[in-house]
């Protein structure tokens, strides 16, 4: 029997985990700058350390604070999970995606405070795989799953930022 497997309408058919997505080009960044001699340890310049960290510690805080949004409402920061409601309170107001703008934020504040352009040159790439490996299919599924109310949040919230 031949049967064609149809995506199942309660999970957003991720091809893999978002985490792992963005953490494939930015561990070959970190891997890159040891293997090109770099050290892990904070770089020496005042300014570069302070913004690095203030990036590191506001992508923590947005982590945080859109899945307290998301526990609120009962659903699951795991994308995998079928999603039952449209989450648009705390930072969900801003972005359609918080905790992937986080993932961003500390990964360009690691890249930072190592002072690494491997570092931080792998932050675009792996943001540019997690949007057309991720969101889209995110996308695509929450059009599904949730409609009309999910196109009208797409046209007052900004993606990103």
Do not use: C
């Amino acid at each position: 029997m031949n049967q064609t497997r149809r995506p199942d309408p309660l999970r957003p058919g991720l091809m893999a985990s978002p985490r792992l997505i963005f953490g494939l080009p930015f561990g070959a960044g970190i891997i890159l700058h040891v293997m090109a001699g770099g050290d892990i340890e904070a770089g020496d310049q005042l300014f570069v350390v302070v913004l690095g960290s203030l990036l590191i510690a506001t992508g923590l805080t947005l982590a945080a604070w859109a899945t307290i949004a998301l526990r609120k409402r009962g659903e699951h920061p795991d994308p995998a999970r079928p999603t039952t409601a449209l989450v648009t309170e705390g930072p969900y107001a801003y972005s359609r995606n918080p905790i992937y703008v986080s993932f961003t934020s500390v990964a360009l504040g690691i890249g930072m405070l190592l002072n690494s352009y491997w570092v931080l040159g792998s932050v675009p790439i792996a943001a540019v795989a997690l949007h057309f490996l991720v969101v889209i299919r995110e996308e695509r599924y929450l059009t599904t799953v949730i409609g009309h109310q999910y196109s009208g949040y797409r046209e007052s919230v900004r993606r990103w930022l």
